[in-house]
């Protein structure tokens, strides 16, 4: 079992992996061009989210069995093609969910109370907290878009603070909203109207990608704080700015800009923007728990045997 891994993992994934007998390499610094000359030697690709695994790859992939995502997203791994060749695709989707709900809920709180701001001044040695008041959160609607797994924790979190939570999501059932005490909205446009706080929590799907965009803005209810901790895209980066020029949103805490990894978003030069680099997912814990979750399922999966997340 030949397996390379092209982003890091946790070390205890990596001792999983040999403890079964593999052979790892761990090559994460390699080029597109270094990736795609070595991919044809093994059994095995361990990625997050900055590999991107595409028709290109699979062609050089000759051996390739299993594409292991240390991670829940699979939106750089192109399905089809894994399919058509017999490649199994296994994912981690419980394995960091509170790190993300725990990061969405960090940058809500850093976005409406200015933290970074007022740190960055203070930094500078300028006591000055002019122009930076920040909104209290008790009594406000948070208006959740995909209540899966991370926005269904998230909302039950934010209930402490005695928060109104709204939510759209088609998919689902009426008796999960009542379950955890969500108001059910039928339409996105509904809950744009009524919400003070947008957090995002969909998968980046065709159907996902651009569903924020100008109509959704038009509808939406002036000042919102907009908090997006999925993918870059979902919620639309321009129409964002458009919306934040026109004072229909007044802050905006991003954990994926578009373009990652390179830092190239437009979003990185607006005031009012909080921006961090893909790091919902980067805690000890929940690198930890991915790492030796997709350990497993790689191994198993190489073995034929029965794999939970493929
Ligand atoms: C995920 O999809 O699981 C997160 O975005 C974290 C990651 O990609 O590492």
Redesign the pocket.
Known sequence: MKILISEQIAQKGVEKLTQEGASVDIKTNLSREELLAIIGEYDALIV??NTKVNEELYQKATRLKVVGR????VDNIEMNGATKRGIIVVNTPES?IVS?AELSIGLLFATCRNIPQLHNRLQERVWDRSGLKGMELQGKTVGIVGLGRIGSLVATRLKSFGMNIIAYDPYISDSRFKNLGVEKQEKLEDLMSKCDILTVHTPKTEETYGMIGKDQFKAAKKGMTVINCARAGIVNEAALIEAMKANIVKRAGVDVPEGEPEPTSPLLDVDNVIITP?A??DTVEAQDNVGITVAQEVIAALRGEMVPNA
């Not at 240390?70 to 997203?73: D, I, K, R």
């Open positions: 997050r989210s240390a991670g829940n997203g960091n993300a893909h919902g997912a």
